[in-house]
Nanobody, 118 residues
Framework: QVQLVESGGGLVQAGGSLRLSCAASGRIYGINEMGWYRQVPGKQRELVASITSGGTTNYADSVKGRFTISRDGAKNTVDLQMNSLKSEDTAVYYC????????????WGQGTQVTVSS
C-alpha cells in the first residue's frame, strides 16, 4: 500500500503565500511523476503543476510565475510554493504520484483546502 499525505492548506488573504507539502510512504520502489491538482465544487479536477523524476516541470497557465513545484526524490516528497494568491485559487488541492509498486499506479492524497479571501 502507498499513502500520500498532504499538509499546509489553510486560509490566506489575496496576495499572500502558502506552501503545500506531500509525503509518499509505503511499499515504493520508484516514483516517476508527482503533481498537484485542484478541484472546486461542480468542476473537474485540474492540473496545477507536475514534476518528473528528472526535474521537468509543467504548470497550468493560470499559475505560471506564481507557483513553484519542487520535489525531494530521496524523501519522496513534493512541495508547491504558492505566491501572489488570488481568490480563484480557492480549491481543494490534491497530491498525485505515479508510483512503481507491483506495477505503475497513480496514487492520490486526501486533499487539503486552500481558501483565498479577497
Amino acid at each position: 500500500q502507498v499513502q500520500l499525505v498532504e499538509s499546509g492548506g489553510g486560509l490566506v488573504q489575496a496576495g499572500g503565500s502558502l506552501r503545500l507539502s506531500c509525503a509518499a510512504s509505503g511499499r515504493i520502489y520508484g516514483i516517476n511523476e508527482m503533481g498537484w491538482y485542484r478541484q472546486v465544487p461542480g468542476k473537474q479536477r485540474e492540473l496545477v503543476a507536475s514534476i518528473t523524476s528528472g526535474g521537468t516541470t509543467n504548470y497550468a497557465d493560470s499559475v505560471k510565475g506564481r507557483f513553484t513545484i519542487s520535489r525531494d526524490g530521496a524523501k519522496n516528497t513534493v512541495d508547491l510554493q504558492m505566491n501572489s494568491l488570488k481568490s480563484e485559487d480557492t480549491a481543494v488541492y490534491y497530491c498525485k504520484a505515479y508510483v512503481w509498486t507491483a506495477g505503475w499506479t497513480d496514487y492520490w492524497g486526501q486533499g487539503t483546502q486552500v481558501t483565498v479571501s479577497s
